[in-house]
């Protein structure tokens, strides 16, 4: 993986363009960066291969989809004992990579082991997201929900 270090400035104006506009063609990217395509082509995939550029992606409007409501869920999980033959962690890691409600899982300091971001329908789907699946996985001990009143600030673009 390239480190911040190794990117010059071109590379970060790159970035920045395909953050704003990741179909943007090489001709206009070259524009705005002071570069031939070519020389763009080069970089962008040089960034892909040294995984600065991940993938790309389409950004989906969640209303516009039917998916109105959108609740942080602070997660506790159980202590780990030597009871258990696998680490409650891992179980629940694993476990939410096949809910498709939750978008987001990051693990946490403090009180709470993982913050989830889910976006459902309505709260119908949102109750049966808690009592059907995350209140009865084995790991979880308790959670705490937020629910998204309005989006102040929206971004996936990183400060490069």
């Not at 970089?43 to 969640?62: N, S």
């Not at 949102?126 to 971004?155: A, G, N």
Request: proline residues 4%; contains cysteine.
């Amino acid at each position: 993986m390239t480190t911040i270090a190794t990117l010059d400035k071109l590379d970060r104006a790159i970035l920045r363009s395909l953050q704003h506009n990741g179909r943007e063609t090489y001709d206009v990217v070259g524009e705005q960066v002071g570069l031939s395509p070519s020389a763009v082509l080069r970089r962008v995939k040089r960034l892909e291969e040294a995984g600065v550029i991940h993938r790309y992606v389409a950004l989906v409007t969640p209303e516009a989809v039917g998916l109105s409501l959108t609740a942080y869920l602070n997660v506790r999980l159980e202590k780990h004992s030597e009871n258990h033959k696998r680490n409650p962690m891992d179980v629940f890691r694993a476990s939410v990579q096949a809910w498709p409600e939750v978008v987001e899982c990051v693990s946490l300091t403090g009180d709470m082991d993982y913050l989830l971001r889910v976006v459902v329908a309505d709260m119908a789907h949102y109750s049966r997201f808690i009592m059907d699946t995350l209140l009865k996985h084995p790991s979880v001990e308790d959670c705490k929900t937020s629910f998204v009143l309005d989006r102040v600030k929206v971004t996936t673009a990183l400060p490069v």
